[in-house]
T-cell receptor
Framework: SQTIHQWPATLVQPVGSPLSLECTVE??????LYWYRQAAGRGLQLLFY??????ISSEVPQNLSASRPQDRQFILSSKKLLLSDSGFYLC????????????FGEGSWLTVV | GENVEQHPSTLSVQEGDSAVIKCTYS??????FPWYKQELGKGPQLIID?????GEKKDQRIAVTLNKTAKHFSLHITETQPEDSAVYFC?????????????FGKGNQVVVIP
């Protein structure tokens, strides 16, 4: 069966510090991978999606970047965090052999102080 | 692009009663409509989905109905229980190619009162 892991689960970082959130998917090949952010209003905002290694599409201009160094690994990064980067970050995956349904990880709480 | 709206934003129901959440969408090309349940501090979990070749789908106490003409779909929860309290998200997208970019609604907070 397929599983998704993201870490760390909780992170408190000072303004101006770097960020690295990691996500891995197991049990599937060549998945589409996604990073979402969920702010206090509960809505889900798509930040990045990837259809393959090294292929990243950005949905909104921001202080963050994403990379996909391996087929089932997706990394969300920042060189210098802003207060406004605080939020709940969700990694997700989908694949054709699962009907393109999107499955979410457990999320990472980021607080920038 | 697709625009999905959910109503109401908050819904309180007495335990044992039914809850209904309605979503509307704008893009007539959308043909895939999932519903997610998100408990506090956790990632959204898929609870049911429907594709446009059917009008209704049921799984135990939950069901989803789709009206493609009116561009709306609804989640029905019967015999609600306290563990049904959560935020529910609807979404819509066209099922084309390998890149599924769902458009999500803003979520409904459902509170089941014991």
């Amino acid at each position: 069966s397929q599983t998704i892991h993201q870490w760390p689960a909780t992170l408190v970082q000072p303004v101006g510090s770097p960020l690295s959130l990691e996500c891995t998917v197991e049990g599937t090949s060549n998945p589409n991978l996604y990073w979402y952010r969920q702010a206090a209003g509960r809505g889900l905002q798509l930040l990045f999606y990837s259809v393959g290694i090294g292929q990243i599409s950005s949905e909104v201009p921001q202080n963050l970047s994403a990379s996909r160094p391996q087929d089932r690994q997706f990394i969300l990064s920042s060189k210098k965090l802003l207060l406004s980067d605080s939020g709940f970050y969700l990694c997700a995956w989908s694949s054709r052999d699962r009907g393109n349904t999107i499955y979410f990880g457990e999320g990472s709480w980021l607080t920038v102080v | 692009g697709e625009n999905v709206e959910q109503h109401p934003s908050t819904l309180s129901v007495q335990e044992g009663d039914s809850a209904v959440i309605k979503c509307t969408y704008s893009d007539s090309a959308s043909n895939y409509f999932p519903w997610y349940k998100q408990e506090l501090g956790k990632g959204p979990q898929l609870i049911i989905d429907i594709r446009s070749n059917v009008g209704e789908k049921k799984d135990q106490r939950i069901a989803v109905t789709l009206n493609k003409t009116a561009k709306h779909f609804s989640l029905h929860i019967t015999e609600t229980q306290p563990e049904d309290s959560a935020v529910y998200f609807c979404a819509a997208s066209p099922l084309a190619g390998g890149n599924n970019r769902l458009a999500f609604g803003k979520g409904n907070q459902v509170v089941v009162i014991p």
